[in-house]
């Protein structure tokens, strides 16, 4: 599957209806950006079961704001609609492939249980 683009408008609706959602905040004039495009979109067509997206930070700042993004590129992943990896940074192909396999792999049960016992 290819990447999408996801905008403040379709964000919330685009965790709701996909179980694995990664987000890739970018910009065109950022030159690790543009290395890190073609490994992301290379990684979206063999994990067809996940969805990749993309945000343009110069024309969603408001989201890129709200997400608290202070550097790019920077890859979040969200699992059940829950953030569960974020990071700045280009990734190679083996760094993305190692964060889509631990997210792929995450038990959120557990995750959440764990969470509940340190923050009662």
């Known amino acids: 599957m290819a990447t999408i683009d996801i905008t403040e408008q379709n964000f919330a609706e685009t965790l709701e209806n996909n179980e694995i959602v990664f ?3 970018w910009a065109a004039w950022c030159g690790p950006c543009r290395m890190f495009a ?6 979206a067509e063999r994990h067809a079961d996940i969805t990749f997206a993309k945000v343009d930070t110069e024309a969603e700042q408001a989201l890129a ?3 608290g993004i ?4 920077t ?3 969200f699992k059940d609609k829950t953030l569960v990896f974020s990071q700045p940074g280009a990734l ?3 760094g993305l492939e ?12 557990k995750l959440r249980a764990d ?3 340190h923050h009662p």
């Open 23 to 25: 987000v890739d905040f």
């Open 38 to 43: 073609p490994t992301y979109g290379a990684a």
């Open 65 to 67: 704001a709200a997400a």
């Open 70 to 73: 202070t550097s790019i590129p």
């Open 75 to 77: 890859l979040m992943a």
């Open 92 to 94: 190679n192909s083996t």
């Open 98 to 109: 190692e964060v889509i396999l631990g997210v792929k792999n995450l038990d959120m049960d």
């Open 115 to 117: 969470s509940a016992q």
